[in-house]
Nanobody
């Protein structure tokens, strides 16, 4: 059974930085693409970033390009999201996600973590 556990969320001032991590277990981590999504209060869940199984390809939402960076450590079964120049509109619950594809898919996958709260104060 695939398990995803996020960590690293918190409260930060606008302009600050945070690093989210997701620890995965239950299958061969290095075989599958990994994703980050987020959901702000009253809004639908949205795609943030993705990385292919081997880490060769990445994809970002336009709203975070140049500020967020996704990476993965296949030896330790973790995927990270470095977030810089944070804005109040980045406030959301951030979810780790994966599916059954090695390449990045627009829709992500069917396995979800429980999320970690990121709050950016103005």
């Amino acid at each position: 059974q695939v398990q995803l556990v996020e960590s690293g969320g918190g409260l930060v001032q606008a302009g600050g930085s945070l690093r989210l991590s997701c620890a995965a277990s239950g299958r061969t981590f290095s075989s599958y693409a990994m994703y980050w999504f987020r959901q702000a209060p009253g809004k639908e869940r949205e795609f943030v970033a993705a990385i292919s199984a081997r880490g060769v390809s990445t994809s970002y939402a336009d709203s975070v390009k140049g500020r967020f960076s996704i990476s993965r450590d296949n030896a330790n079964n973790t995927v990270n999201l470095e977030m810089k120049s944070l804005k109040p509109e980045d406030t959301a619950v951030y979810y780790c996600n994966t599916g059954r594809s090695a390449v990045i898919l627009k829709t992500g996958g069917s396995f979800w973590g429980k999320g970690t709260q990121v709050t950016v104060s103005s």
